[in-house]
C-alpha cells in the first residue's frame, strides 16, 4: 500500500512539473529578444501585409495570455504546431530526428557504464597499485577533453589520415542497401567516430564514481566481516562490494542521460549526425518558437521520467 | 593475486574494446572497400556521374514561396525554369521565354515561351502557368518575389506561348529573371495561407534536374531530367552533403568524399589553398558587410541625435581604414568597400573616385570635427559639442559574425583616435535584428551588419534605403526624397546607359551622406577537386551558390 501511494505521489510530482517545464519553455523564448518574422522579412523583403498574414499563420498576432492557452491545449491534444522554418509539422521534424539522437546516446551510454564501471571496478579492486593509479589519472584525462577537440582530433587521425573511417552523416550518400545487413554495418560504421567522443570524454566520470564509492564499500565493516568469514575476494567484491556500491551509479546513469544531451549537440554538430542537436541549435538562431517548445518539452521530459525511474528503484 | 589473475579477462576485454577502436584501421579500410561493392544495386550503377556538393547549412523548405535560405534557392533553381535567366556573364539569356518583347510604352512585356515543355509530372507546360504563378505572387503578396511585381497591373496568357505582363510603370528590371515559374496544376487547389505552411515535399519543375529526395539533416538528392527542353547536364545525379562543421567539410574535400564546397571562411579556405587535386577559388561577390548609423529624424528616437550631423558621419568615414579592415579581419579576402552596390555587380558599381573617397584619413576627420566645432573642452580624449555632450556612441555587432566583431573593434580604436568614443557590445543576429528594426523605438547608435544582393540589378540594394522602407528593410532610417525620386526615375528607365548614370547619381550620393560605412566586398571563398569533375568556370558571385546555374549544367566528369 505505502508502495502505491508513493508511486502515485511521485507521477503527480512528474505532472506538475512537466506542466511547469511547458509553461517555463513558452514563456522563455518569448521573453528572449528577437523576432522570429523579423529575419524573414528582411531576407525576402517582405511587405507590410505579407509580414502580417504570416503572424496570423503562426498565432503570433494574439496576446500572449491567449497564445498561451492556445499553446496548451494545443499540448494536451499532443499538437506542437507547424515549424516557422521548415513549414513542416514540428512532430514529422522531431520523430526523423529523435530516433538518431537515441541511437547515438544509447550506443555512447553503454559503452560509458560498461568500460566506465568495468574499469571503476578494476581500480577499487587493485586499489594503491601502479594500475590503479593509471586508470585514474587516464580517466581525469580523459574527461578534462574538450569534446569538440576530442571529436576533431579523431576526424583527422582516424578518418582523414587513416581513413578507418567515415567522418560525417549518418550513411552513406546515395548508396542503395540490397540488405537489412549492409543497411546496418554501413550505419554502424558510420556511428563509431561520434560514440567514442561521446564515451571517451565521458566514461572517465563513471570510472572515478564507481571506483570511489566501492572503495568506500570496500572499507565497511562488513566487508571486514566478510574477510573474516574466510570469502575469497572475489566473493565478497561481487555479493557484499558491488550491489552496495550500485546506487548512486544509478543515479549518475540517471543523471547521464539528461547531460549527456549536452554533448551530443557538439559531437552532431562535428560529425553531421542527423540529430536533435544542430536542428535545436538552428531552431534558437531562427527563434522557431513551435520546435523549441517541443524539442526542450521533450528533453525536459526525458530527464524527468528518468529520474522517476531512479526514484523508483530506489523505492525498494 | 588470485584476485588479479581473476580480473585479467575483465582486462584484456576491456584493452581489446579500446584497441579495437584504434587497431582496426588496416582491415577496416579493406572491409570498407570490399562492403562497399557488393551493395551497389546494379553494375552499371558506378558509372553513374554524380556530382557532391558539400554544404554547412540546410535548405529550409522546397516551397520557393516560404524559403528565404541560399541553399534552397540553389535547388529549386535547378527545379524550376524561370522566364529569363543569366548567363556566364551575366547576361540576360532565354529559359521558359525564347524572346521577349517591350511595348512602346515601356509598360507591356510580351513572352513568347517555348513549346512542347512538360513538367516533370508529364502534363504540358503553357503560359496559364507562367500568368497562374505571377498572379498568385501579386495577389497575394507572397513571399520575396512579390517585390518584383508591386507594379504589376495584369499578366495574361493570351494563348499557350504567349505570356503578357503590364505594369503601371515602366521596369528597367524585368521580373521574369527572378520569378521562378510553378505549374497552376498542383499549386492552384491552395489558398495562400496553405501555401505558407506548404512545405512542397516533392517539387515539381520545368527545370534540368529533378527531385529525387532529402534526407533531412544529411543529403539532398536531384537527378538529370530527360525531357528537360534545353541541352542535358553531364551529372546523373547531384547530391548535396549537410556538414555540421566547415573544417569537416574542408577535410572531406581533401580526402575525396565531395567534389566542391559551397563557401568556407578565410581561415579553413588558406588550409585547402595547397592541397593536392584541390584548387581553391576566391571570387568577388554580390555582398558586403556595412557600418550603420540611426539617422532617424523621428523625435522619439533613442538613438543620439549627434549623429544627424553629416559632419560627424563623415569624420566617421574618414576615421575608419577599411584596407586595414580587409587585411586583419578578412585576411585579404576581399576589397575595400564603397558604394553600396557590391562590386560584383561590374556592370552597375561605381568606384568612388579618389577625390570624393573618405577612407583612412584621421587628420581630415580631425579637420572636419574641428571646423564642425567638435572640440574636447575638459581633455578626457572625447570631443564635445558646444553644449557639451560628448561623441559617444553604442556600437552593436553580431557574436557569431567574427569578422564584424573584429571590425567593430578596429572601427572603435580607428574613432577614438580622432576623439569619438565607441562603446561595443555584441547580441545574436536575431537580437540584433529585432533592436535596429525596431520602428518605434531604434534605442541603437550604430551596428555592424552585412547585406547579399539578391539579384545582378541595382534595384534590390539602391532600395534598401528609401523613405517607404522605413518599417520595411531599411535599417538605419535614413530618408532623402531627391534620393528616392533618382531611384524611382532609374527603375522605370529601360535605357541602359541612361539608367547607369542616374544610378551612378545614387551611389555617390548616398556615399557622400555617410550613413553606410560599407566596410567591405568580401570574396566569395570556394573549391572543388579537380580530379573529378572539370570545366567550371570562375565568375563574380562564385563556381556555384550564384544566381546562375550556367555551372552546373557545363561541368563534364574528368575521364
Known amino acids: 500500500m505505502f508502495r502505491l501511494e508513493f508511486i502515485i505521489k511521485k507521477i ?7 506542466f511547469g517545464v511547458a509553461t517555463f519553455n513558452f514563456l522563455l523564448f518569448r521573453i528572449l529578444p528577437g523576432d ?3 529575419l524573414l522579412a528582411r531576407a525576402g523583403r517582405l511587405s507590410s501585409e505579407a509580414i502580417e498574414r504570416l503572424r496570423v499563420v503562426f498565432g503570433l498576432d494574439k496576446p500572449l495570455p491567449v ?3 492556445i499553446y ?13 522554418t521548415y513549414r513542416r509539422p514540428v512532430v514529422d521534424i522531431l520523430s526523423e530526428r529523435i530516433s538518431n539522437t537515441l541511437l547515438l546516446l544509447a550506443a555512447a551510454t553503454v559503452i560509458v557504464v560498461v568500460i566506465g564501471v568495468g574499469a571503476g571496478m578494476i581500480a577499487a579492486a587493485r586499489r594503491g597499485t601502479k594500475l590503479d593509479r593509471s586508470l585514474v589519472v587516464t580517466s581525469l584525462v580523459f574527461w578534462s577533453l574538450p569534446t569538440f577537440w576530442t571529436g576533431l582530433i579523431l576526424v583527422i587521425i582516424l578518418g582523414v589520415y587513416l581513413k578507418s573511417f567515415p567522418i560525417s552523416g549518418i550513411s552513406t550518400p546515395g548508396m542503395d542497401f540490397n540488405s537489412w545487413f549492409s543497411k546496418a554495418w554501413d550505419i554502424g560504421k558510420h556511428l563509431t567516430l561520434p560514440t567514442i567522443t561521446l564515451a571517451i570524454v565521458d566514461m572517465g566520470q563513471f570510472m572515478l564514481i564507481t571506483r570511489s564509492t566501492l572503495v568506500d564499500v570496500l572499507t565497511e565493516d562488513y566487508i571486514l566481516t566478510a574477510k573474516a568469514k574466510g570469502l575469497p575476494f572475489k566473493k565478497i567484491l561481487w555479493r557484499h562490494g558491488v550491489p552496495n556500491a550500485l546506487l548512486p551509479i544509478i543515479t549518475t546513469t540517471a543523471l547521464y542521460v539528461s547531460l549527456v544531451i549536452g554533448g551530443a549537440i557538439q559531437v552532431e554538430t562535428i560529425f553531421s549526425w542527423p540529430g536533435m542537436g544542430r536542428l535545436m541549435y538552428d531552431a534558437v538562431l531562427r527563434r522557431d518558437y513551435p520546435i523549441l517548445e517541443a524539442s526542450f518539452l521533450l528533453f525536459a521530459a526525458t530527464m524527468i521520467l ?11 | 593475486m588470485k584476485a588479479y589473475a581473476r580480473m585479467l579477462p575483465w582486462f584484456l576485454v576491456l584493452s581489446f574494446i579500446l584497441t579495437a577502436c584504434g587497431g582496426a584501421q588496416t582491415t577496416s579500410s579493406t572491409q570498407v572497400a570490399v562492403s562497399e561493392t557488393p551493395v551497389e544495386p546494379q553494375s552499371n550503377a558506378g558509372k553513374e556521374a554524380i556530382l557532391r556538393v558539400g554544404w554547412a547549412s540546410e535548405p529550409d523548405t522546397m516551397n520557393p514561396l516560404t524559403s528565404y535560405s541560399s541553399e534552397s534557392l540553389e535547388v529549386t533553381s535547378l527545379i524550376y525554369d524561370k522566364l529569363l535567366g543569366y548567363d556566364l556573364n551575366f547576361k540576360t ?6 524572346e521577349f518583347n517591350y511595348s512602346e510604352d515601356g509598360l507591356t512585356i510580351i513572352y513568347k515561351l517555348r513549346e512542347g515543355v512538360k513538367w516533370q509530372d508529364g502534363q504540358d507546360f503553357s503560359a496559364e502557368d507562367a500568368a497562374y504563378t505571377f498572379n498568385l505572387i501579386k495577389d497575394n503578396e507572397l513571399g520575396q518575389y512579390a517585390q518584383w511585381l508591386s507594379n504589376m497591373v495584369s499578366a495574361i496568357a493570351e494563348d499557350p506561348t504567349t505570356f503578357v505582363v503590364t505594369f503601371d510603370k515602366p521596369q528597367a528590371f524585368n521580373p521574369g529573371l527572378a520569378i521562378p515559374i510553378l505549374p497552376k496544376h498542383i499549386w492552384e487547389s491552395m489558398s495562400a495561407e496553405e501555401i505558407e505552411t506548404f512545405p512542397n515535399d516533392k ?3 520545368t527545370g534540368p534536374y529533378k527531385f529525387v529526395d532529402w534526407q533531412v539533416g544529411t543529403t539532398l538528392t536531384i537527378e538529370r531530367y530527360d525531357e528537360f527542353w534545353g541541352d542535358k547536364p553531364a551529372a546523373d545525379k547531384i547530391v548535396y552533403i549537410l556538414y555540421g562543421n566547415e573544417d569537416v567539410m574542408a577535410q572531406a574535400l581533401k580526402s575525396g568524399d565531395i567534389d566542391i564546397i559551397t563557401e568556407v571562411p578565410p581561415t579553413i579556405w588558406d588550409g585547402l589553398a595547397d592541397a593536392k587535386n584541390v584548387k581553391a577559388v576566391s571570387l568577388p561577390s554580390f555582398s558586403f558587410h556595412h557600418i550603420g548609423i540611426n539617422v532617424s529624424e523621428d523625435e522619439n528616437s533613442p538613438g543620439n541625435p549627434l549623429l544627424k550631423d553629416k559632419a560627424v558621419r563623415q569624420a566617421l568615414s574618414y576615421a575608419l581604414d577599411r584596407n586595414q579592415l580587409v587585411e586583419v579581419a578578412l585576411a585579404g579576402h576581399g576589397k575595400p568597400g564603397d558604394s553600396i552596390l557590391p562590386i560584383g555587380i561590374t556592370d552597375w558599381y561605381l568606384k568612388i573616385p579618389a577625390d570624393k573617397q573618405m577612407n583612412a584619413n584621421p587628420e581630415k576627420a580631425q579637420q572636419i570635427l574641428e571646423e564642425a566645432g567638435y572640440k574636447d573642452a575638459n581633455g578626457d580624449g572625447i570631443r564635445e559639442d558646444a553644449a557639451g555632450n560628448p561623441l559617444e556612441f553604442r556600437l552593436i555587432a553580431i557574436e557569431t559574425t567574427s569578422v564584424d566583431v573584429r571590425a567593430a573593434q578596429l572601427f572603435r580604436d580607428s574613432a577614438a583616435a580622432v576623439g569619438i568614443k565607441l562603446d561595443l557590445q555584441t547580441l545574436d543576429e536575431n537580437t540584433l535584428g529585432e533592436l535596429v528594426y525596431n520602428v518605434d523605438n531604434p534605442d541603437w547608435d550604430i551596428f555592424v551588419w552585412g547585406w547579399d544582393s539578391g539579384v545582378v540589378d541595382p534595384n534590390y540594394m539602391l532600395g534598401v534605403p528609401l523613405c517607404d522602407q522605413i518599417g520595411g528593410n531599411n535599417d538605419i532610417f535614413y530618408c532623402n526624397e531627391e534620393y528616392d525620386a533618382l531611384y524611382e526615375k532609374q ?13 551612378n547619381q545614387m551611389q555617390l550620393m548616398f556615399y557622400d551622406d555617410a550613413a553606410y560605412l560599407v566596410m567591405w566586398y568580401q570574396d566569395k571563398l570556394q573549391a572543388y577537386r579537380t580530379d573529378t569533375w572539370s570545366g567550371w568556370t570562375e565568375i563574380p558571385g562564385g563556381l556555384i551558390y550564384n544566381l546562375t546555374r550556367e555551372n552546373y549544367l557545363r561541368i563534364t566528369p574528368v575521364k
Open chain 1, 36 to 38: 522570429p518574422i523579423r
Open chain 1, 67 to 69: 497564445q498561451y492557452l
Open chain 2, 93 to 98: 539569356q532565354p529559359e521558359l521565354a525564347q
Open chain 2, 203 to 205: 517539387p515539381i519543375g
Open chain 1, 72 to 84: 496548451l491545449t494545443n499540448l494536451w491534444r499532443g499538437e506542437f504546431g507547424t515549424s516557422m
Open chain 1, 306 to 316: 528518468a529520474n522517476f525511474l531512479s526514484d523508483l528503484s530506489f523505492s525498494n
Open chain 1, 12 to 18: 503527480g510530482q512528474v505532472i506538475v512539473t512537466l
Open chain 2, 491 to 503: 527603375a522605370t528607365t529601360i535605357d541602359v546607359a541612361a539608367r547607369k548614370e542616374l544610378v
